[in-house]
Every structure is written in C-alpha cells, then in structure tokens.
Nanobody, 124 residues
Framework: VQLQASGGGLVQEGGSLGLSCAAS????????MGWFRQAPGKEREFVAG????????DYADFAKGRFTIFRDNARNTVYLQMHSLRPEDTAVYYC??????????????????WGQGTLVTVSS
C-alpha cells in the first residue's frame, strides 16, 4: 500500500486546515485508517482513526471536538479536518493503515503502512 498525504501548511491559531491521504496498491476498504502526528522532540502519537467502512471513529483527547476523520472508499482517500488549531498542534502529520486492526484506535507500531508526512504549523 502506498499512502500519499497532502494538505499541510501554515495556519494561524484558531484557524482550520484539512489533510488528505490517498491510498493505492490494495483494496482501500480493507484497511483501517488513522492519522498520527509527531512534534519535534516528541514521540509519534495517535490523532484519529476510522473503521474500514467509515462508520466508526476514535480520537485522541486533544482532537475531540476539533478534528474530524472521515474516508471516501470510492476515492481511496482518508481525510482529517482540523478546526480551532493551536500552536501545540504543530507537528508532522502522518496517515497510516493496517489490514488487521480490530479497532479504530491504535499505536504507531500496530500500523503496517505509512505515508510520508505533511507538516502543519500553527502560529500564535
């Protein structure tokens, strides 16, 4: 599976940004999809996950109420819509996928496939 993330950039505090991740190489609907992020000097952390059919989602506490993950299986794409962004949201955001996950929340080590990352910078 190849994952190509896009949509990162510079945004002011309180602003919004949308990320997308296009997948190829395997049946997209067989994959549990997730977004992770890694800030400088910190470990990669879970942001949000979505089930194969899109009907179930999960979020890290910091993302609840501000971020929305959704997928379009017809377009082989997963999205992360982010609102009310804060400087502490500054990080490289990665999309990830796995064939065998049972739930929608996962750790980085549980995901088999990774995109290249896209940088989100939130200025104060």
């Amino acid at each position: 599976v190849q994952l190509q993330a896009s949509g990162g950039g510079l945004v002011q505090e309180g602003g919004s940004l949308g990320l997308s991740c296009a997948a190829s190489g395997r049946t997209f609907s067989n994959l549990v999809m997730g977004w992770f992020r890694q800030a400088p000097g910190k470990e990669r952390e879970f942001v949000a996950g979505v089930s194969r059919g899109g009907g179930s989602t999960d979020y890290a506490d910091f993302a609840k109420g501000r971020f929305t993950i959704f997928r379009d299986n017809a377009r082989n794409t997963v999205y992360l819509q982010m609102h009310s962004l804060r400087p502490e949201d500054t990080a490289v955001y990665y999309c990830a996928a796995d064939r065998f996950l049972r739930g929608t929340r996962s750790s980085p080590s549980e995901n088999e496939y990774w995109g290249q990352g896209t940088l989100v910078t939130v200025s104060s």
